[in-house]
């Protein structure tokens, strides 16, 4: 299976997440989180369907802790979404898919309209 979310780490994240020229949803995220892990395909299918409009990235927060601190990600899931270079709106905890597709929808609509 194609995997349609980006990982990024501490060093990645500058050119993947902050240079983007898509808008870019970081999942702070951990392998020992159950919220993370049902998060992940409903994210992962969001990416598939909407590739050409945002990036999905993913940074393991065990393992890269520099960016989760500086945007002071307390809990996770947190999901951060960067557009041209800044957080323009954050979410916290599981979302069931209807409700995420919905939410990143209509971030991106105001995103095109602004």
């Known amino acids: 299976m194609a995997q349609y979310t980006v990982p990024i780490t501490d060093d ?32 992962e299918d969001y990416a598939r369907d ?5 990036k999905i990235a993913k940074l393991n927060v065990d393992e890269e802790q520099r960016w989760a601190g500086q945007f002071g990600v307390m809990s996770i899931p947190t999901m951060i979404l960067f557009h041209k270079g800044k957080p323009v709106g954050q979410l916290v905890g599981f979302r069931p898919k ?11 609509e105001q995103l095109q309209s602004a």
């Open 12 to 43: 990645t994240f500058e050119a993947e997440v902050l240079q983007s020229d898509l808008p870019v949803l970081v999942d702070f995220w951990a392998p020992w989180c159950g919220p993370c892990r049902m998060i992940g395909p409903v994210l």
């Open 50 to 54: 909407n590739g050409h409009r945002i």
């Open 98 to 108: 209807h409700e995420m597709y919905e939410i990143l929808d209509k971030a991106l």
